[in-house]
């Protein structure tokens, strides 16, 4: 399997796309001002207790409290709440090794017994805000490196029972606990299987150091505050994907594109070569045909093998998924094997539908109706392997007598939705467009405005693929006539997400939208 990573950064918004053998598998689509990402840690201040819930509502600055259950504290939250008084009172750095842990609170306790309101709490981030509810906290804190997880207050170690070997798993412990600090616990993530042990103690070195830069600066801030956050989207996702089945990752932003190679040389200096700067004027997606994947794949309907298709349906309480044989041919010999053979592609498409769009909670799958157990077996067992490579936390029933599969998802940022259908840019869903005719004129008037009331000489016009053709047809095209009567430079681009009759003009670095009002 061959992966790649595209990056799209525009001054709104960041979007990364994962491949997968050409594939679309994963995509990431954020605002550049997005606040409150998991792994954020903040000093926050409790507001409500609620014995009910056995929770309390917390203070982090965001528009609505977020929510702090009893089971999310930690075993050690009265050693966090004791280093918290110190590093808040003590200027520099708060030694661990001389701070006596607290004994740990009961499993079955009270949060009224542990947190008061208007008491400060160090927090973490586990969920981001998701519709109507603000983030979801715990304070069993984490800094997650390549290799290594670092658990402040904890004094365990524990390894990833994903490396088989148990030879290995018991060579990585032993390490671990003869290089790690006292009074933190460490997790040993899957990829460090076989690394060496300079490799993971200067990586142990660099979280502790990088904890304790951040809560040096406890010492005197209010509340609710930032105190560490997460690293940037992009590199947080290579850090947990990052594998030798990595050909490329291509970047359309210079600066992202240097702190992506920067990234990739730290953990991986023999990858370097594989980070690429995109210099086309054709956008990334469009250029890579990532953008027809996105239109085919999103949607209410999703079609994925000879004919046959998925609806996929979104509630308030859970995700619902039609499995539908559609116009497919039924070449196979009977009923029983032709709905065996469209379950098993549905389980593949359904699997990437869940990761492709992020979909969390619970999702009810309707698979076409089987009669024999065996093949029931076969549809879940294929959808086990499917979603084996899943990062995300699942689980997966058996089909119901009724043929239903239940499937949770852990979900801990809202779920991606593009829209795959939308009002005509030129009727606006009137059925009337304007003459096509007259569009050549339309646009030379809109050029000379910028030219001449805005004083922007070099533009990018960007077209449909079908109006690019128009444009460019024949000597001399209608580009050259404009360059020659207006005296200055176009470059006139194709863009499949355009309109038949949309075009938009772009200043001469190409990355603002000329105001054309």
């Known amino acids: 399997m061959s992966a790649e990573l595209f990056v ?7 979007t990364i796309a994962l491949l997968e053998d050409k594939r679309l598998v994963e995509m990431r689509k954020e605002k550049s001002n997005i606040q409150f990402q998991v792994g954020d840690i903040y000093l926050a201040k409790i507001k409500k207790i609620m014995p009910g819930l056995n929770a309390a509502f917390v203070d982090v600055g965001y528009e609505k409290d977020a929510f702090l259950h009893y089971l ?4 050690q939250v009265r050693s966090l709440q004791k280093f918290l008084k110190h590093a808040q009172t003590k200027k520099g750095v708060v030694s661990f090794s001389k701070l006596k842990p607290e004994n740990d ?13 208007g008491q400060e709490i160090l927090v973490q981030i586990a969920k981001e805000p998701i519709s109507t509810k603000g983030p979801r906290l715990t304070s069993e804190l984490s800094i997650a490196g390549r290799n290594l997880v670092l658990m402040p207050f904890s004094d365990k170690v524990s390894v990833s029972q994903k490396i088989e070997s148990a030879e290995e798993r018991n060579r990585l412990k032993r390490l671990l606990l003869s290089i ?3 009074n933190y616990g460490v997790i040993v993530r899957t990829v460090a299987e076989g690394r060496r042990v300079a490799e993971l103690d200067q990586e142990l070195k660099m979280l502790v150091n990088h904890w304790e830069e951040s809560t040096s600066r406890l010492f005197g801030i209010k509340s609710p505050s930032l105190v560490m956050g997460e690293i940037g989207r992009i590199t947080a996702l ?5 594998s030798p089945s990595f050909h490329s990752i ?5 600066t992202v594109y240097r702190e992506i190679k920067e990234y990739v040389t730290l953990i991986a200096p023999e990858r ?5 700067l995109h210099k086309g004027s054709a956008h990334i997606f469009e250029h890579y045909g990532i953008a027809k994947q996105i239109k085919s794949l999103f949607g209410r309907t999703a079609s994925f093998k000879s004919g046959a298709y998925l609806i996929i349906d979104h509630t308030e309480a859970l995700h619902v998924i039609d499995v539908n044989s559609g116009n497919r041919s039924k070449s196979a010999s009977d009923q029983e094997t032709n709905a065996l053979e469209v379950n098993m592609a549905a389980a593949d498409e359904i699997a990437r539908q869940l990761r492709l769009r992020d979909m969390g909670g619970i999702i009810v799958v309707d698979f076409i109706d089987m009669q024999l157990n065996e093949n029931k077996q076969k549809v879940y067992e294929r959808m086990k392997e499917a979603m084996a490579s899943d990062r995300t936390k699942h689980n997966i029933l058996p089909l119901s007598k009724f043929g239903l599969m239940q499937i949770t998802r852990q979900r801990v940022r809202p779920e991606l939705s593009i829209a795959t259908s939308e009002v005509c840019p030129t009727c606006h869903g009137t059925g009337n467009v304007q003459a096509s005719i007259l569009l050549t004129d339309t646009i030379n008037d809109r050029l000379r405005f910028v030219v001449n009331d805005q004083n922007i000489k070099n533009l990018t016009l960007k077209v449909h693929p079908y109006v690019y053709a128009y444009l460019k047809k024949g000597f001399p095209s209608s580009v050259l006539k404009w360059k020659f009567q207006l005296s200055w430079g176009i470059k006139v681009v194709p863009s499949e997400s355009l309109g038949i009759l949309e075009y938009k003009i772009f200043d001469e670095n190409n990355k603002k939208e000329v105001d054309l009002k």
Not at 238 to 242: A, F
């Open 180 to 182: 790690k600090p006292k």
């Open 8 to 14: 799209d950064v525009t001054p709104e918004e960041l």
């Open 238 to 242: 290579l850090r947990d994907i990052l």
């Open 250 to 254: 291509v970047v359309n932003d210079p």
């Open 72 to 75: 999310d504290l930690g075993p």
């Open 105 to 117: 609170i009961n499993k079955e306790g009270a949060i009224a017994d542990v947190l008061t309101a």
């Open 272 to 276: 370097e070569s594989i980070v690429k």
